[in-house]
């Protein structure tokens, strides 16, 4: 019999490439969406769309009661859903810290304690790394997030090290890219029509990981990885921002204008925005915020992922030559380029 996993999140970009790996890999999949969620799944016999109720405690263990009566209890739980982006500080810890908690609760109540509880965090709640000596970011080292986004993914990775409820695995991909994703073919189309933008006038150290490659990690950790245990996912590999442009621009066969821009008048724009949200849109958080511009432009974000690959005893599929190549092609069959 195919074991029950649980996939909440599950028609987002990551989320959608988690429920392919995981019937690849053999599992009866039931996915967690919004009833307004668009679908990349349809059609698989093996994928039970479920709506579930995040925000109150007893409905969502009765939901649970009733899945558990129907189907037999989750063997595994995948907890993808979450925020990036919010329109207040609440909203980021409700979402991405109150939310799992309560889900944990719930599962305690309605007697439906999975063998494993795989959380996908961030690297943000971490931080970036030392900017003197360049050292990748380990697993090993305090959290020290710089926005209210990390804040809340560094808060429920707490209060899943502190619980003892259910055994967990916790997950902190690095940037993330691939088929179906939206935030990487903006900058792919900037440099299709000739410009290539950085943010920042030094050099910076990016991670990176192909969302195939991080499926497969995740999914593969639900049996391979020992409980109570964590992880930092990337290819293995640091990149200087540069790398990224010129792995696009030789893709696409593009000769382009590199601009670099400083960060500080981006700064002073993004306090700007931020006064006139504060004035006339007091309950809503503009996109561009200072705190994002800081994390996103900071110097060192590289990583060392040596555990996860030894733990799962292989290699990522994809670097980020192959995984570009991969993705662009990807972007150009479905008409986005």
Known sequence: ????????????????????????????????????????????????IIYLDYHNLNALAEQLVLLKEKFGRFNYIIHNAGITRANTIEEFNKVNNLMPQLFVQALQLAKNIPDRFLLISSM?????????????????????PISHYGVSKKAVSAYFLSQSIVPFTI???????????????????????????YLGLYKQIL?????????FAVVSLLTKAPNNSQYIVSDNKNYNKKELGSIIKEILHK??????IPVTPILWIATLVETFYKI?????????TREKIREISCANWSCDTNEVWQTLGTKPQFDLQTGMEQTIGWYKDNGML
Not at 8 to 33: D, K, M, P, R, W
Not at 127 to 135: C, F, Q, V
Not at 207 to 215: E, F, P, Q, R, T
């Open 207 to 215: 991670s990176m990981i192909h969302v195939k490659d991080l499926a």
């Open 255 to 260: 000769k382009t204008f590199r601009l670099s």
């Open 171 to 197: 997950v902190y991909p690095t940037a993330v890219y691939g088929p179906r994703d939206k935030d990487f073919i903006e900058l792919v189309k900037l440099i299709n029509k000739g410009t290539e933008p």
């Open 1 to 48: 019999m195919k074991p029950n996993l649980l996939i909440t999140g599950a028609s987002g970009f990551i989320g959608s490439h988690l429920i392919e790996e995981a019937l690849t890999q053999g599992y009866n999949v039931f996915a967690a969406v919004r009833k307004s969620s668009k679908l990349h799944f349809e059609g698989h016999t093996d994928v039970h």
């Open 280 to 288: 006339f849109a007091p309950k809503k958080m503009p996109l561009l």
């Open 124 to 144: 943000a709640a971490f931080g970036p790394g030392d900017t003197k000596s360049m050292s990748p970011i380990t697993i090993h080292q305090a959290m020290n």
